[in-house]
C-alpha cells in the first residue's frame, strides 16, 4: 500500500462548504500569532527569562497529551464537536494567561499555556476535516487553500499590533500579555464559525478503519509520522525563541511582529503554489524541498543582522509548509494515526524549546540553530522511504 497518490483528475474544490473551516482556523492561526509565538518574552518579562522557553514546552506537551483524544473523539462523535471543543478550550486557556501575565502570577499564565496547547492538539486537525472533504486527488489543494487563509488571520492581527499595545496600556500591562486576551476573543469566534460549517460525512473506507498499530504497519506511515514531528519540533523551537533573541539584538515589539509575519507568510502564504505543487509532483518533492529550506532556515539565524533573522523566519515558515503539507495529505488516509503522529510532533517540539532555551543560557543561540540545522535533513528519510511505498 502505498503513501503516495499521484492525481488523475482535478475537480473543483467546495469552497463554500469549506468557509467555516477556512476562516475558523484563520483566526485560530491570528490567536497564535498575538499570543503564544511571544510566551517567551513574558516570560522574561516575569522575571523568569531562564526558563524563556517553558510556556512553548507547555504547550506542545499539553497538545502531546491531547492530540490523541481529540482524534479519538472526533472519530467517534464527529469532527465537528471535536474542533468546536478545540477551540472553546482555546480560548478559556487565553483568558486565564491573559489574567496570570497581567497579575504577574506565573502559575496561572503557565495553566492559561497548558489550556491553549490543549486546545491546538484539537484544532490543528482542522486540516485533515478539509482533506476528507475533497477528492483524494485534489487534497494537497485543499490543504494548501487552508494555509493560505490562515496567513489572512495572522496579518490582520498584525496589523493591529498598535491597537493591541494601546489595549495592553489601556490595561496596564505589555503588548504581548493584551495579545492573550484578544486571542481569546479569535478562538471564541472561531468555535461559534463551527456552528456553521457542514461536514460531509461519507462511508469511511477500508484503511480508514484500521487501528493505530495497524495504521503505522502500513509501509510508509511511520516515515510520514517521522518528516511531519521533525518539521513541527523544528519549526515550533526555532519560532518561539527567536523572538528573543531579537528582543536581545534591541528589537522592539514592532520589529519582533514584522519577523512573526513574515515567518507566518512562509508558514501559510504560500499554500496555493505548494498543494497543488505536491499533489502534482508527489510526497518526495515535498519532504526534499522541505527539509533544504528548514535547514537553510536554522543555519540563517545566527547570522548577524535583524535582516538574517527575517530570511530565517520566513524560510523556516516555507520548508515547515512544504513538509507540512506532504506529509498531511499522506497521513490523511489513515485517521486513527493521525492524533498519535500530532502527539509526536508536539513532544519534539516541547522538548526542543526547553533544551533550547536551556542551550541559548548556556551555550548561546548559534549552538542551537546549527543543532536544528543537522535535524532538518531527517525528512529526506521521509522522501526515501516515500520512493519505496
Given at each position: 500500500m502505498s503513501a503516495e497518490t499521484r492525481p488523475s483528475a482535478a475537480p473543483t474544490l467546495p469552497l463554500g462548504r469549506l468557509a467555516p473551516l477556512y476562516g475558523a482556523q484563520?483566526?485560530?492561526?491570528?490567536?497564535?500569532?498575538?499570543?503564544?509565538?511571544?510566551?517567551?518574552?513574558?516570560?522574561s518579562g516575569l522575571g523568569r527569562e531562564s526558563l524563556s522557553g517553558l510556556p512553548s514546552t507547555l504547550i506542545s506537551t499539553s497538545a502531546a497529551l491531547s492530540a490523541g483524544l481529540f482524534g479519538a473523539l472526533m472519530l467517534r462523535s464527529g469532527r465537528r464537536l471535536g474542533l468546536t471543543a478545540a477551540f472553546t478550550l482555546g480560548a478559556c486557556g487565553a483568558v486565564l494567561g491573559f489574567f496570570g501575565g497581567r497579575a504577574g502570577i506565573t502559575p496561572l499564565f503557565l495553566?492559561?499555556?497548558?489550556?491553549?496547547?490543549?486546545?491546538?492538539?484539537g484544532y490543528q486537525q482542522a486540516r485533515y476535516a478539509a482533506a476528507e472533504s475533497v477528492p483524494e486527488e485534489r487534497r494537497g489543494t485543499?490543504?494548501?487553500?487552508?494555509?493560505?487563509?490562515?496567513?489572512?488571520?495572522?496579518?490582520?492581527?498584525?496589523?493591529?499590533?498598535?491597537?493591541?499595545?494601546?489595549?495592553?496600556?489601556?490595561?496596564?500591562?505589555?503588548?504581548?500579555?493584551?495579545?492573550?486576551?484578544?486571542?481569546g476573543g479569535l478562538l471564541g469566534a472561531a468555535a461559534l464559525l463551527m456552528l456553521l460549517w457542514k461536514p460531509l460525512a461519507p462511508p469511511l473506507p477500508t484503511r480508514a478503519r484500521l487501528s493505530i498499530g495497524q495504521s503505522f504497519a502500513v509501509p510508509g506511515v511511520r516515515s510520514t509520522a517521522l518528516a511531519l514531528a521533525t518539521a513541527q519540533g523544528l519549526m515550533v523551537t526555532l519560532m518561539s525563541l527567536t523572538p528573543l533573541r531579537a528582543h536581545h539584538l534591541g528589537m522592539d515589539h514592532g520589529g519582533v511582529a514584522a519577523l512573526i509575519s513574515g515567518h507566518i507568510a512562509g508558514m501559510f502564504g504560500f499554500g496555493w503554489l505548494t498543494g497543488p505543487l505536491i499533489d502534482r509532483l508527489g510526497l518526495r518533492v515535498g519532504y526534499v524541498s522541505g527539509a533544504i529550506l528548514l535547514a537553510t532556515a536554522a543555519l540563517a539565524a545566527p547570522l548577524p543582522g535583524a535582516a538574517w533573522l527575517g530570511i530565517s523566519?520566513?524560510?523556516?515558515?516555507?520548508?515547515?509548509?512544504?513538509?507540512?503539507?506532504?506529509?498531511?495529505?499522506?497521513?490523511?488516509?489513515?485517521?486513527?494515526?493521525?492524533?498519535?503522529?500530532d502527539g509526536l510532533g508536539y513532544v519534539a517540539a516541547g522538548t526542543g524549546t526547553l533544551l533550547g532555551g536551556l542551550i541559548i543560557a548556556q551555550m548561546g543561540f548559534a549552538v542551537l540553530a546549527y543543532a536544528c540545522a543537522a535535524l532538518a535533513l531527517l525528512p529526506l528519510l521521509s522522501a526515501w522511504r516515500a520512493r519505496g511505498a
Open positions: 484563520a483566526l485560530a492561526t491570528g490567536a497564535t500569532s498575538v499570543s503564544t509565538i511571544l510566551a517567551s518574552l513574558i516570560m495553566l492559561g499555556a497548558m489550556l491553549m496547547g490543549g486546545a491546538q492538539g485543499a490543504l494548501g487553500l487552508l494555509m493560505l487563509m490562515s496567513v489572512l488571520g495572522s496579518f490582520l492581527i498584525t496589523g493591529f499590533s498598535g491597537a493591541v499595545e494601546e489595549l495592553g496600556a489601556r490595561l496596564d500591562t505589555s503588548a504581548e500579555v493584551a495579545g492573550w486576551l484578544v486571542g523566519m520566513f524560510l523556516l515558515g516555507l520548508g515547515w509548509n512544504l513538509a507540512f503539507v506532504t506529509g498531511s495529505k499522506a497521513l490523511s488516509r489513515y485517521p486513527a494515526a493521525q492524533g498519535v503522529t
